[in-house]
Every structure is written in structure tokens, then in C-alpha cells.
């Protein structure tokens, strides 16, 4: 089951990338499948040219082996998700700390039934 788990083989995705920043990197959790960091590394890309998303801001991933996390999680135990933040990533490279300290924004509501239209904007849907 996939939050019952481990990987073997999880590749990580660099902290660093064209179209991408990861976020967290204290907590070593940017692993994952091959075909995971394949997928993130193409969608990234791809957001950043056709709709001109600035870049994708990575959250938790894996860790190298997978299995259980001490803070939730259960989905991330074989690399095969990814918490991908709606936060436009900025035109410069945030530092160790700025990754440390900047927090993911809530874009559905308290209640969880529908989008915060206090936080998701025009912005966020494709051009």
C-alpha cells in the first residue's frame, strides 16, 4: 500500500533547477521515484513556458528510503508524490534559511470543501 512502505532506487531531485526551488532541506525529503523526479522536472519546465509560471517551489517529497515520517505524511512513504506549493517561486534563489522559514500558502478553505478566494487568484489558473 502506498503509505505503508519503502523505496529502494529513489533518486533526489536537486535543490536547484531551472524551473524549480526545494523547499525544507533540513528534512532531506526530496526523494523519489525515477519517474517522479522525471515528471516534476518536465512539469516544471513545461508550467514555466506555456503558462509563465515563475517556477515551482517543491515541498515534501520522500526521504531516501522512504517509509514513515515523524511529522504526517503517510502518502510520501515510496516517492511516488510530491507537495507542490502554489506559491509563484521568486526570480532569485532563495537562501537555506528563506526555505526554512517561508511557509506554504492555504489555498482551500477552513472548511476544506472549496477554494479560499482570499489566496487562490486569476494567477493561478492557465493562461
Same mark, same amino acid.
Given at each position: ?14 535543490? !536547484?533547477? &531551472? %524551473?524549480?526551488? +526545494?523547499?525544507?532541506?533540513? $528534512? !532531506?525529503? !526530496? =526523494?523519489? #521515484? ?8 518536465? *512539469? ?13 517551489? +517543491?515541498? /515534501?517529497? &520522500?526521504?531516501? $528510503?522512504?517509509?514513515?515520517?515523524? @511529522?504526517? #505524511?503517510?502518502? #510520501?512513504?515510496?516517492?511516488?508524490? %510530491? /507537495?507542490? =506549493?502554489?506559491?509563484?517561486?521568486? !526570480? $532569485?534563489?532563495? &537562501? ?5 522559514? @517561508?511557509?506554504? *500558502?492555504?489555498? +482551500? ?6 477554494? /479560499?478566494?482570499? @489566496? =487562490? @487568484?486569476?494567477? #493561478?489558473?492557465? +493562461?
Amino acid at each position: 500500500f502506498y503509505a505503508k512502505g519503502c523505496i529502494a532506487g529513489a533518486v533526489a531531485l536537486p535543490i !536547484n533547477g &531551472s %524551473a524549480w526551488q +526545494v523547499m525544507r532541506l533540513s $528534512r !532531506n525529503r !526530496n =526523494w523519489g #521515484h525515477p519517474d517522479l523526479i522525471a515528471l516534476l522536472e518536465r *512539469v516544471a519546465v513545461k508550467a514555466q513556458k506555456t503558462a509563465g509560471w515563475p517556477g515551482l517551489l +517543491v515541498g /515534501d517529497m &520522500s526521504q531516501p $528510503r522512504g517509509g514513515p515520517m515523524f @511529522t504526517g #505524511h503517510a502518502s #510520501h512513504q515510496i516517492g511516488l508524490d %510530491a /507537495d507542490i =506549493w502554489l506559491t509563484p517561486m521568486p !526570480n $532569485r534563489q532563495l &537562501s537555506r534559511e528563506e526555505r526554512e522559514e @517561508t511557509s506554504a *500558502v492555504m489555498m +482551500v478553505r477552513k472548511d476544506r470543501l472549496d477554494i /479560499d478566494p482570499a @489566496t =487562490w @487568484t486569476p494567477t #493561478h489558473l492557465p +493562461v
